[in-house]
């Protein structure tokens, strides 16, 4: 299949022609000529105005719920709201029935995924179907394919089991993924402590509950000099603990997500079940230090915090609904708004991811694979229910104007083109 890309704008600052207006022409999945003017014939010729292009986008932190939820999201449809978003690689949560706790499990992702466009990563628990108590067994994970370990949507809880876990990855140089939450802190807190949920009624859980795991882990991760990555960072003091932790040496990495940068916890006085998250939406002082932590160099990456949940699960009293909301769709049109640098938010979604999980980063160069994301930085629209591919529709940001629009990816020489 021949696959022409007109006047494209690349944004790759790996690539020689970083910066430049260049055609694109693949063949059967491979970069085979870049250059000013191709005239070439193609099955698929792809032009827009303001055509950009980029390495393809990778995801950190997703749940497909796949097996056992399956009325929220299957392997395939999450696979597809993550073309629809740009990304041509996730990494997905392990919080499955039954969970990413042996081997078998991770073979079953891989397998199941092989055939689709977006490339899938297995997260393997840390703990035995992240019950936190016994750690899983991680080596026979890693050695069949699980790129990184975290209990995923259950924060390790105990000091000792997440101590072990650090020191076991070392010799396989893997990475612990931890959603920062003491769980014992406010246990039944559904937001934000502070002035709103207080006028709101709702139990709050405090930023201390982020602020003090966040200390906790760097502690851990001092005393070990493993690696450790840190994701839905929602506090100004969380952001300030790990840049200083960085500045001393540390193997930390940390990432955010575009919601806790789009809304802070003033939005939720009409009780939307959508923003009910996990971490909390914080005050709107913490949601700016997160806007600025994607511009500045704090925050290594972004993600997603995809989280499928069913119609019935947020159609309900906010206190009885689940937490979580679907992102892959939005989250470039989201987070596009606060980025100062393009090429820097690019890269956040690009080479940072795989640095920090040792991932080959592809190339826009003549003979590499093709591995693309093609996308329109400027252009602004209104975020609606047909353009999510999610098996579940449980987004704010419907009804939202939004910045930047994905046009689609090419990956493992298959294209997917969004509707315009």
Known sequence: ??????????????????????????VDGTIEKIADNIAENAEEIIVNDRLHVSIGWMDVFAHF?????????????????????GFT??????????????????????????????????????????????LAEMYDMHSSGAIAFSDGIQTVQSPG?????LQYV????????????????SVHGIMNEGIVSTRLGLPGKPAMAEELMIARDIELLKYTNS??????????????????AKSAGLRLTASVTPF????????????????????PLRSREDMMAVRASISDGTIDCLASHHIPQHWDDKTCEFEYAKNGMIGLESLFGVVNQFATDLTNLISKLTTAPRAIFNIEIPQIK??????LTLFDPEEEYVFSLEMIRSKSHNSPFIGKLLKGKVIGIINKNKIVINPS
């Open 65 to 85: 719920t796949d097996p056992g939820f399956e009325h929220k999201e299957i392997i395939q449809t999450g696979a597809a709201a993550a073309a629809a978003g």
């Open 161 to 165: 089991v997440l101590l072990k876990a």
């Open 227 to 244: 690696k450790l990555h840190i994701t839905g960072v929602t506090t100004r003091k969380g952001i300030d603990l790990i840049e200083k």
């Open 260 to 279: 806790h940068a789009f809304f802070c916890d003033e939005d939720m006085e009409d009780y939307d079940t959508n923003l009910k998250v996990n971490p």
């Open 1 to 26: 299949m021949k696959v022409l890309i007109k006047k494209a704008h690349i944004i790759s600052s790996g690539s020689p022609f970083h910066g430049q207006v260049k055609d694109i022409l693949i």
């Open 170 to 185: 070392i010799p396989v140089d893997a990475v612990i993924i931890q959603v920062p939450d003491d769980k014992s802190i």
């Open 366 to 371: 003549e003979g590499a694979i093709a591995c």
């Open 89 to 134: 690689d996730v990494m997905i949560l392990p919080n499955s029935m039954p969970t990413v706790s042996s081997k078998a499990q991770v073979a079953y992702v891989i397998q199941k995924a092989s055939e689709l466009p977006v490339r899938i990563y297995p997260i393997a628990s840390i703990t035995k179907n992240t019950e936190g108590k016994e």
